[in-house]
């Protein structure tokens, strides 16, 4: 290779795109329950594209195809797995929320089917669900006190935190006593306050 070649990284991500077979009842699910925001839509045409209101991450087009083409968004893992759907299937998208319970009762008062009921741990809750073609979902709350400090630093410094700063914060919180932890805590308060 030369060099050109090995400077040629990816290096994000523009879209997703999701097979739906009634394209407005989708639009109505991912806007309307899930909170995502239309960014235009071409309902002859068969295609919407949708993006978290914060403009996170990459936007979704979802695109109106017949119901025999549309490959759910799921698989079978051939290893034992912890986040897994009674038939045994895995989900391929997961999506961050800031209130799990929350959104899991919209998600219920929609009528969409739920497959596991909120759980949570000390870093995290989740729970899993099926939009309205099946593509499986799990919905995520971050917790803990990695999640903790690691939202206070991105507020302190205005920006999110670089892999590099993500990874170093993960190995300190993972290692640290409960003290250590406080420490930490306390350290982060003291730079937000100056």
Sequence with gaps: MNKEQNNADAIGYCSMRFPVTNLKKSVDFYCTVLGYELVSTDYSFGEAHIALKNRNGPGIFLMETKPEDVTQLKFVFPHSFFITSS???VTMVEILTNDLLALHERIKQAGTPIDKEPIFTNDFGYFTFYDPDGH????VEERGVYFDLKQRMSSTLKRDLTEHENQLLW???EKA????????SSIISEIQGS
């Design 177 to 184: 006593s409960v003290e250590q932890q406080k420490f930490l």
């Design 87 to 89: 038939t045994g299937h």
């Design 136 to 139: 499986y979902i799990r919905a």
């Design 171 to 173: 190995g300190l919180c």
